[in-house]
Nanobody, 123 residues
Framework: QVHVVESGGGLVQAGGSLRLSCAASGSIFRISINAMGWYRQAPGKQRELVAN???????NYADSVKGRFTISRDNAKNTVYLHMNSLKPEDAAVYYC???????????????WGQGTQVTVSS
């Protein structure tokens, strides 16, 4: 079994910060992260890409969060983080991670989604 789990969501005031985490694991076999993206979806809106990070650690950001959010990874912990600063009410959404995963040297044939973590930003 493969599991991708987000954590770190919560309620913050506008201008505040949160750090989201996404950890990948296998029940029996070791899973590692190749590349990972953070997405978000607000009610009535389409899911949108927020940021992604390559296997080599190169980050990419949506224009709406550039300069405010930082994506990083800790390969030893099979975890990718999203540091969110200067949060705005329009950042409120369920945040999901999507991972390209490795089983040993082999890329798994599909991507894996986490269940999401809620971020609420008060005015």
């Amino acid at each position: 079994q493969v599991h991708v789990v987000e954590s770190g969501g919560g309620l913050v005031q506008a201008g505040g910060s949160l750090r989201l985490s996404c950890a990948a694991s296998g029940s029996i076999f070791r899973i590692s992260i190749n590349a990972m993206g953070w997405y978000r979806q607000a009610p009535g809106k389409q899911r949108e890409l927020v940021a992604n990070i390559t296997s080599g650690g190169t980050p990419n950001y949506a224009d709406s969060v550039k300069g405010r959010f930082t994506i990083s990874r800790d390969n030893a912990k099979n975890t990718v983080y999203l540091h969110m600063n200067s949060l705005k009410p329009e950042d409120a959404a369920v945040y999901y991670c999507n991972a390209d995963l490795l089983l040993g040297q082999f890329l798994l044939p599909r991507n894996y989604w986490g269940q999401g973590t809620q971020v609420t930003v008060s005015s």
